[in-house]
């Protein structure tokens, strides 16, 4: 505790919240986290000799969640452990960020379901667009504040009781209160630093052909925008793609991976991201299913994707990052 907590944010729709089976229930025990660790031998870390969950006393696991800017509801605040019915990928995240370092490290989960970049998660500065449909009719998508979704082009918006990037706002409030009570977080801390973002999301976004082909532009204003928002402008950023979708698509799908394969920094097509960004592609690790059925909750594939992205953050650590500490 000599040392500040290193803080890894957590974003992005519901399989970000997580929702592979911990036990079968009275399902199928293929796919659940039980069956996976005891009878095929995976994930060994997750148990110890005797069989029961292990619990990581270097690793704070906590998740938060909201709709909008409204109140925060606290789901977990303990130290990485199973607990519950269902999880996400951030057991194989903390697992891989916590090995890689010495100082304490805090998971920290704020997001809600069913959310677009292109619209929910719009973060600020983002500004107004038209798309034309395959109709060929021309919609204007509001900027950052506006609202509604979207309206056609030459009639008067009607405005709702949502606004574009209501739920980003609300995402990074609740983080950022949890940041300011960080010792009721993380008992005995007293400082901490950003050191990176983890991102799983689209899926919302690739059901409108609108949203799907600005995903690369809303993708790389939000890497930059998280950074000046918590004030960690050397903090890596690590995205995962939508499981069903195979390198070539062409659809919505399609367009959201080429959007995250394009802003990885070895891609090259953005030289500053070159070393603090990556993308992880996620078809292989994938167990079936589709990211709208929630991978039919098998938690092998929450797993395989948080290892991943664990594996991608600690590649990008190496490079040595000093942070700005609070």
Not at 26 to 39: F, I, W
Not at 266 to 279: D, H
Request: with cysteine.
């Amino acid at each position: 505790m000599s040392k500040p907590v290193q803080v890894y944010i957590l974003l992005g729709q519901s399989n970000m919240l997580g929702a592979g089976r911990v036990d079968p229930g009275n399902k199928d025990p293929e796919g659940s986290l039980t069956h996976a660790v005891t009878e095929k031998g995976l994930y060994p870390y997750l148990v110890d000799d005797a069989g029961n969950w292990t619990e990581r006393r270097d690793v704070r696991n906590v998740r938060v969640m909201g709709s909008g800017t409204g109140g925060m509801k606290q789901f977990n605040n303990e130290w990485m452990t199973i607990k519950g019915g269902k999880i996400g990928p951030e057991f194989g995240i903390g697992y891989h960020v916590g090995e890689a370092t010495t100082e304490p490290v805090l998971i920290l989960k704020s997001c809600i379901g069913n959310r677009a970049l292109g619209w929910d998660l719009l973060p600020p500065g983002s500004e107004e667009f038209e798309f034309t449909d395959s109709k060929g009719k021309t919609w204007i998508h509001p900027g950052y504040k506006g609202s509604p979704e979207k309206w056609e082009k030459g009639t008067e918006p009607k405005k709702i009781n949502w606004y574009a990037g209501m739920q980003y706002d609300g995402d990074i409030a609740r983080a950022k209160s949890v940041l300011a009570e960080l010792d009721t977080y993380y008992p005995g801390a007293t400082e901490y630093e950003v050191a990176g973002f983890f991102w799983w999301q689209g899926d919302r976004d690739s059901r409108s052909e609108a949203l799907s082909s600005r995903y690369e532009k809303n993708l790389v204003h939000l890497i930059k925008q998280l950074r000046k928002d918590f004030d960690a402008p050397e903090a890596k950023f690590v995205c995962a793609s939508l499981g069903q979708t195979e390198k070539g698509a062409t659809d919505g799908g399609g367009k959201i991976l080429d959007a995250m394969l394009a802003v990885d920094g070895k891609s090259g097509k953005y030289p500053e991201f070159r070393g603090n960004v990556a993308a992880v592609y996620t078809h292989p690790l994938s167990k079936g299913g589709s990211s709208g059925a929630h991978y039919s909750g098998n938690a092998e594939t929450y797993m395989n994707v948080g290892e991943a992205m664990g594996r991608a953050m600690v590649e990008l650590l190496k490079a040595g990052y000093q942070g700005g500490h609070r």
